[in-house]
T-cell receptor, first 117, second 112 residues
Framework: DTGVSQDPRHKITKRGQNVTFRCDPI?????LYWYRQTLGQGPEFLTY????????KSRLLSDRFSAERPKGSFSTLEIQRTEQGDSAMYLC???????????????FGPGTRLTVL | KNQVEQSPQSLIILEGKNCTLQ??????????LRWYKQDTGRGPVSLTI?????NTKSNGRYTATLDADTKQSSLHITASQLSDSASYIC???????????FGAGTRLAVHP
């Protein structure tokens, strides 16, 4: 399977613990995006990378959240001191780097469902 | 404010029937509009993508329309199947930006 993969698929943790998620994009894609999706809502943008550079972060990304893409391939999203409000599906997507205005389709992974007890 | 609104919020139809989902957007400048299908517990999968100049695009039993003047789009599903049960999300990309603006989705349930 050459699509976007995410690990783990499910994570249950206690409030206050740290969690880390991993995303492996489609290999030839140099853009990688993180989204958060709560029940009954569409995905909300968190951050995106072009290669290893983190180019944009949403205001949703509090100081407890950090994302990295050290070698421009896989990415990790860490949440420190988790809160119950962090419970959501965390989606990763990747795309090629086409000129602005082109289709530049984002391909999504299956997501990591986080439950904070 | 750049927003995407979808209606209805949820819909139940019988297998074999047709349905139409609506999307209104206020995103400017407009680049393109996508419809995604998201099965429960999975990531979204693209169904169609339309640019400003495209009015209609089909993908099998799915037909999307776009009226860029009124900033409205619809997704029509013909001869629905049980496997069509999912959330359908309308997504608009602003011109010159990489971020996508998502609607909340329409949750479709197809019953036998």
């Amino acid at each position: 399977d050459t699509g976007v993969s995410q690990d783990p698929r499910h994570k249950i943790t206690k409030r206050g613990q740290n969690v880390t998620f991993r995303c492996d994009p489609i290999s030839e894609h140099n853009r990688l995006y993180w989204y958060r999706q709560t029940l009954g809502q569409g995905p909300e943008f968190l951050t995106y990378f072009q290669n290893e550079a983190q180019l944009e972060k949403s205001r949703l990304l509090s100081d407890r959240f950090s994302a990295e893409r050290p070698k421009g391939s896989f990415s990790t999203l860490e949440i420190q001191r988790t809160e119950q409000g962090d419970s959501a599906m965390y989606l990763c997507a990747s795309s090629e780097s086409l000129p602005a205005g082109d289709h530049n389709e984002q391909f999504f992974g299956p997501g990591t469902r986080l439950t904070v007890l | 404010k750049n927003q995407v609104e979808q209606s209805p919020q949820s819909l139940i139809i019988l297998e074999g029937k047709n349905c139409t989902l609506q999307c209104n957007y206020t995103v400017s400048p407009f680049s393109n509009l996508r419809w995604y299908k998201q099965d429960t517990g999975r990531g979204p999968v693209s169904l169609t993508i339309m640019t400003f100049s495209e009015n209609t695009k089909s993908n099998g039993r799915y037909t999307a329309t776009l009226d860029a003047d009124t900033k409205q789009s619809s997704l029509h599903i013909t001869a629905s199947q049980l496997s069509d049960s999912a959330s359908y999300i309308c997504v608009v990309r602003r011109g010159g930006y990489n971020k996508l603006i998502f609607g909340a989705g329409t949750r479709l349930a197809v019953h036998p």
